[in-house]
């Protein structure tokens, strides 16, 4: 069973921010906090990973809180592109292994 | 970077036939890939996992004798369905994993779709 707990959708403005929140409060110390996206009919993409600071690259920023139950995806600035099933998944940082969880809708609007 | 090819992108074939899928990380090397299977409007799910030079470790449910893998390189892993039925049509996904650490992530192939006839 997946850990994580997301949103089943979420819409955004085109040009605006997108928050996409993630719940994982049974997190383990060694466990990093990843995101995918997958846009339909394509395989995911990766986006962002992180363990406890926050990270940030040319997709988005990863926020997570202190203690590490929860996290937070930005799209600084989404476009239509953006329109994707977002998964929040925690991962062995030794194995990589990953267990997908149902993930978010972000619907991009213009 | 981090690019993972496979091949064929579409297939189609009659029922009994065995059919190979290919997963090739092309800009690193991978000790351990990913296969998973996405039936429609639904999540993926882990099929194996995939080591060089070892056997695959399947997840419970998935049937060894129907889904072989071999990873036979440190880029290429493969995936045969044999004798394949109606009810393996889905759409198969590999990943590439590319280590541990702050830098590891798994990298997705763009997937095989599969119709059984």
């Known amino acids: 069973d997946a850990k994580t707990t997301q949103p089943t959708s979420m819409d955004c403005a085109e040009g605006r921010a997108a928050n996409l929140p993630c719940n994982h409060s049974?997190?383990?110390?060694?466990?990093?906090v990843y995101w995918y996206r997958q846009i339909h009919s394509q395989g995911p993409q990766y986006i962002i990973h992180?363990?406890?600071n926050n990270e940030t690259n040319e997709m988005a920023s990863l926020i997570i809180t202190e203690d590490r139950k929860s996290s937070t995806l930005i799209l600084p600035h989404a476009t239509l592109r953006d329109t994707a099933v977002y998964y929040c998944?925690?991962?062995?940082?030794?194995?990589?292994?990953?267990?997908f969880g149902q993930g978010t809708t972000l619907q991009v609007k213009p | 970077g981090a690019v993972v090819s496979q091949h064929p992108s579409w297939v189609i074939c009659k029922s009994g036939t065995s059919v190979k899928i290919e997963c090739r990380s092309l800009?690193?090397?991978?000790?351990?890939m990913f296969w998973y299977r996405q039936f429609p409007k639904q999540s993926l799910m882990l099929m194996a996992t995939?080591?060089?030079?070892?056997?695959?470790?399947?997840e419970q449910g998935v049937e060894k004798d129907k889904f072989l893998i071999n990873h036979a390189s440190l880029t290429l892993s493969t995936l045969t369905v044999t004798s394949a039925h109606p009810e393996d049509s889905s759409f198969y996904i590999c990943?590439?994993?590319?280590?541990?650490?702050?830098?590891?992530?798994?990298?997705f192939g763009p997937g095989t779709r599969l119709l059984v006839l």
């Open positions: 998944i925690l991962g062995s940082g030794n194995t990589g292994k990953l267990i």
């Open positions: 049974t997190i383990s110390g060694n466990e990093y």
């Open positions: 800009d690193f090397q991978a000790t351990t």
């Open positions: 992180g363990l406890k």
């Open positions: 995939s080591n060089e030079g070892s056997k695959a470790t399947y």
């Open positions: 990943s590439a994993y590319s280590g541990a650490g702050v830098r590891g992530a798994q990298y």
